[in-house]
């Protein structure tokens, strides 16, 4: 065989296509992996805060459960790589995982960087080549089999996977390249948006909140009266609007909307405390420590910062105390912690998005295999997918699953 042939040629060095490649080669296939940024694994970095939420702590289940109706699609995939042998596989390379108390799965290092370099060590030792700042410009496919050209070179494979990811996070290389090459071959590419996404909201107080954290909030998306998603988590002010874990997982229902600046969030600040339990103790603090600024006394369950916020929205004086309360007072201070409403002005877009909802539709994709319905010798894995899950390490499972599948059934034809 000449040098530019390869059984198997995968585009994309992104967590589906590190895995996959590296399956392929280890089952005996000659195998390329192909990277158009200088790096290889460039989101796996720059993920969870650069610490790498591997996967989440639950079973095969409750993986395909967070993703909903289309989790189905996973049921294979997970039984090749589920959530246990994803972890052992980090552990043989010498990456040892924690639970934290969110059931995110880290590393035990905090470093995304030892994730990777497992990924890495294990492509060496199956003798991948990895070619690094070699994009693919052309994708094309005869009885010959497949012809890919790059800047460098004109390559043949026997097949290709297709891992080149979505069009989360662009500036690291994921600007949707793959969707062209999989429309080409008679794919569905389902209309991509932001997923897992700050939000921005048209109250310009809230930019005083700047870096507020909460770890308990139940946050709604409203179109009128009407409940488009809803989560509860931990929540973060920022200098353009929301971001934390419950914004993020809730952002696909904003990115998704075609009027989005029509929607709202409607926050309870304090889930766990009700509004009749929460009015009783601001009537008995009144009582009780009279002298109090009101915001004080509100600083027992809330920031001091977001209590004086909540107490100028309210409409009172930051000076008031507890004992100068009025009932119509009392009320008002309760409604805005526990049914804050913050008009909705968009999302930061995929620049910002952690992962890319939409792409090439499931239907035309063997959830047995990763498999083209289109074209046998064709397999697709990873976030180019139309699979998006929440936060919490449910999307790389779902790449590193996907990534495996591929790799195996790639090697097996």
């Given amino acids: 065989m000449p040098d530019s042939f390869w059984d198997v040629v995968v585009i994309g060095a992104g967590a589906a296509g590190l895995l996959g490649a590296g399956r392929a080669a280890e089952l005996g296939k000659r195998t390329l992996l192909l990277e158009k940024n200088r790096k290889p694994g460039v989101k796996i970095l720059m993920s969870g805060g650069t610490r790498c939420n ?4 639950t079973d095969n289940r409750g993986i395909v459960d967070a993703f909903g109706p289309s989790g189905r699609f996973l049921h294979s995939a997970l039984a090749a790589l589920g959530v246990q042998e994803t972890i052992e596989l980090f552990k043989v390379e010498g990456v ?7 059931g995110k799965v880290f590393p035990v290092s905090n470093k995304a960087a030892d994730v990777l370099n497992a990924l890495l060590r294990r492509l060496q030792r199956a003798g991948v080549t990895l070619a690094l700042d070699e994009p693919v410009r052309d994708l094309r496919y005869s009885d010959a089999g497949f012809t890919l050209v790059t800047p460098c070179r ?8 297709l891992t080149s990811g979505g069009r989360s996070y662009p500036g690291s290389g994921t600007t949707g390249d793959g969707y062209g090459f999989a429309a080409a071959f008679g794919h569905t590419i389902q209309a991509q948006r932001p997923a897992l996404v700050p939000v921005r909201v048209r109250s310009p107080w809230v930019a005083e909140l700047r870096g507020v954290t909460l770890s308990d909030v139940a946050v709604r998306v409203l179109d009128g009266e009407r409940t488009l998603a809803s989560r509860r988590g931990s929540f973060l002010f920022a200098h353009f609007g929301l971001s934390g874990p419950v914004v993020l997982d809730v952002s696909r229902a904003i990115s998704g909307h075609p009027r989005p600046e029509n929607l709202a969030l409607a926050i309870d600040l304090l889930p766990a405390v009700s509004e009749t339990d929460l009015d009783a103790y601001l009537r008995t603090q009144a009582l009780a420590s009279g002298k109090k600024q009101l915001a004080s006394v509100l600083a027992n369950y809330l920031p001091r910062r977001l209590c004086d916020a909540l107490v100028a929205q309210a409409g009172l004086p930051v000076e008031r105390t507890a004992a100068a309360l009025r009932k119509v007072d009392r009320t008002s201070l309760v409604r805005w912690v526990k049914q804050l409403r913050l008009p909705v002005e968009g999302t930061l877009g995929f620049e910002k998005a952690e992962v890319t909802a939409g792409g090439v539709a499931l239907d035309e994709v063997d959830s047995r295999t990763m498999r083209s319905k289109r074209l046998s010798d064709l397999f697709i894995a990873g976030e180019i997918l ?13 790449a590193w699953s996907t990534g495996w599948l591929a790799g195996t059934a790639a090697a097996a034809r």
Avoid at 96 to 102: G, P, Q, R
Avoid at 154 to 161: C, E, H
Avoid at 386 to 398: E, K, R, T, V
């Fill in 386 to 398: 139309d699979l998006d899950g929440p936060i919490g390490g449910y999307n790389f499972q779902a």
């Fill in 154 to 161: 004109s390559i043949t494979a026997a097949r290709v996977i």
């Fill in 96 to 102: 040892a995982t924690k639970v934290e108390e969110t």
């Fill in 54 to 57: 591997i996967t989440h702590a």
